[in-house]
């Protein structure tokens, strides 16, 4: 069992559908549709039946090669494929209004402590540049311990008391906290984001890296991790987590940081921000193919488009079709 303290209850599922009237109109909000698909339902005077309709959403950032974000491509500058099968993108917006969903784990074990007040002011302020009213955080502490300091919530001071209030620690259980944020996520509407600032280690945990990995990936959440090495030659510096965490960002779409002082902390959470208010969201419906893996593997390119060879796409590796952990 996963050690786990929990202030408060998270929200259970909502119900998604789209619904098909007698005339065939198709009704949706695109807000209300999980990542991994909505249920569509048919209906006549005598019965009802429900058919699986699946949905996919991508988060996409493209960069140029001087690492500045390029915010002004169309629809059809971008082609998708799903193992290696062309898909057609059903749905496209070049800044998603969809609303963000963060959840926010900062790492509380003894190895944090010089930094650990730098990284709750720097954390502080990424919360009231990004949200807004429709979005929703929820903040972790990360010690031997996976402590729920506050649930989904989009009021400000609610955030800034949790954020204030962490305890210390004496160990981290990194992936637990990844795996514990990755099924609160799940549930959730929109993006889904989940930020980690962390030295890199992991020393108690129940849950293994593959199946943090995993959870993040069914969970669809885009993880950044911000590595904090105050002592960048320091012997007891963990830096297979390092790695981890870096393919964990990768694989998830997102994007990792190191961080050795407060301006580092800043800019970091700056780029967060930036690339959350200029992704582009790409859909698609894919084709029910059988395969021996619920996992797909999906490709994004640019075709067409004036100095694309040297833009760089950024998105999740894949997603999986099965959503048991």
């Known amino acids: 069992?996963?050690?786990?303290?929990?202030?408060?209850?998270?929200?259970?599922?909502?119900?998604?559908?789209?619904?098909?009237?007698?005339?065939?109109?198709?009704?949706?909000?695109?807000?209300?549709?999980?990542?991994?698909?909505?249920?569509?339902?048919?209906?006549?005077?005598?019965?009802?039946?429900?058919?699986?309709?699946?949905?996919?959403?991508?988060?996409?950032?493209?960069?140029?090669?001087h690492g500045k974000i390029v915010s002004d491509l169309t629809k059809?500058?971008?082609?998708?494929?799903?193992?290696?099968?062309?898909?057609?993108v059903s749905i496209f917006s070049k800044e998603s209004e969809l609303p963000l969903s963060i959840a926010l784990g900062i790492d509380t074990s003894l190895s944090t402590r010089r930094d650990l007040p730098l990284e709750i002011n720097s954390a502080r302020r990424f919360a009231h540049a990004i949200l807004r009213p429709v979005d929703a955080m929820s903040v972790y502490g990360i010690s031997e311990i996976v402590d729920e300091i506050i649930p989904f919530?989009?009021?400000?001071?609610?955030?800034?008391?949790?954020?204030?209030?962490?305890h210390m620690g004496s160990a981290t259980a990194l992936y637990d906290a990844v795996f514990v944020a990755s099924q609160s996520l799940e549930s959730r509407h929109g993006r889904k984001v989940m930020v980690v600032i962390t030295d890199g280690g992991d020393t108690v945990s129940k849950t293994d890296y593959q199946e943090a990995l995993r959870a993040a990936q069914i969970s669809e959440a885009i993880v950044y991790s911000?590595?904090?090495?105050?002592?960048?030659?320091?012997?007891?510096?963990?830096?297979?987590g390092e790695h981890a965490l870096i393919q964990l960002s990768?694989?998830?779409?997102?994007?990792?940081?190191?961080?050795?002082?407060?301006?580092?902390?800043d800019e970091a959470f700056r780029t967060?921000?930036?690339?959350?208010?200029?992704?582009?969201?790409?859909?698609?419906?894919?084709?029910?193919?059988?395969?021996?893996?619920?996992?797909r593997r999906i490709e994004v390119r640019l075709s067409g488009v004036p100095g694309g060879a040297d833009y760089q796409t950024r998105h999740r590796a894949g997603y999986?079709?099965?959503?048991?952990?």
């Not at 929990?6 to 098909?20: D, E, H, T």
């Not at 059809?76 to 057609?88: A, I, N, R, V, W």
């Not at 911000?226 to 297979?240: C, H, L, N």
């Open 153 to 166: 919530t989009s009021d400000l001071k609610t955030i800034d008391r949790g954020i204030e209030h962490m």
């Open 226 to 240: 911000i590595i904090v090495v105050p002592i960048e030659a320091s012997a007891g510096r963990d830096t297979g």
């Open 272 to 295: 967060i921000s930036d690339e959350l208010r200029t992704q582009y969201l790409l859909a698609y419906y894919p084709a029910q193919r059988l395969a021996d893996s619920d996992y």
């Open 250 to 265: 990768q694989d998830t779409g997102g994007k990792y940081f190191y961080a050795t002082t407060l301006p580092q902390l």
């Open 76 to 88: 059809d500058d971008f082609t998708l494929s799903e193992d290696g099968h062309p898909q057609k």
């Open 1 to 65: 069992m996963l050690t786990i303290m929990k202030r408060s209850s998270w929200r259970m599922p909502l119900a998604c559908a789209l619904i098909f009237t007698p005339m065939f109109t198709l009704m949706f909000a695109l807000a209300a549709l999980p990542g991994a698909g909505a249920a569509l339902w048919a209906q006549d005077a005598a019965a009802t039946i429900a058919v699986d309709v699946r949905v996919v959403t991508l988060p996409v950032t493209v960069r140029d090669k």
């Open 320 to 325: 999986y079709t099965s959503k048991s952990h």
